[in-house]
């Protein structure tokens, strides 16, 4: 089974506020962007009318590869709440 499929297979119960706050005001200022590219789900993005970065937490796989990538300490990450977030099913 491909890594795509076995994601596909993942459950999520999504809290209603974010796990992963965003410190905008750093964000605005960093050229190179590293969370757009080290996030397995694809999960960031930038709106293009306002500049602001994007998460879709409730994709969130838990990884922690964004709080490691970025460099400025502008993500304030945790754990969601206990019985939210993604349920692996297949390892
Ligand atoms: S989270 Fe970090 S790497 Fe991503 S845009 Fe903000 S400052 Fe840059
Ligand atoms: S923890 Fe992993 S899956 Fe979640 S937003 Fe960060 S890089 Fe993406």
Same mark, same amino acid.
């Given at each position: 089974?491909?890594?795509? *499929? ?10 209603? @506020? ?11 200022? =960093? ?17 293009? @009318? ?11 796989? @838990?990884?922690?590869? =964004? ?10 990450? *945790? ?13």
């Amino acid at each position: 089974m491909d890594p795509a *499929s076995k994601l596909a297979l993942d459950a999520f119960k999504n809290d209603k @506020e974010s796990h992963i706050l965003i410190r905008q005001e750093i964000c605005k200022s =960093c050229a190179e962007k590293y969370c757009l590219y080290v996030c397995p789900g694809g999960l960031y993005s930038i709106n293009e @009318e306002t500049g602001e970065l994007l998460i879709e937490y409730a994709g969130c796989l @838990e990884c922690g590869s =964004c709080r490691v990538a970025c460099p400025y300490g502008a993500l304030e990450w *945790s754990y969601p709440r206990g019985g939210f977030g993604v349920q692996y099913r297949y390892g």
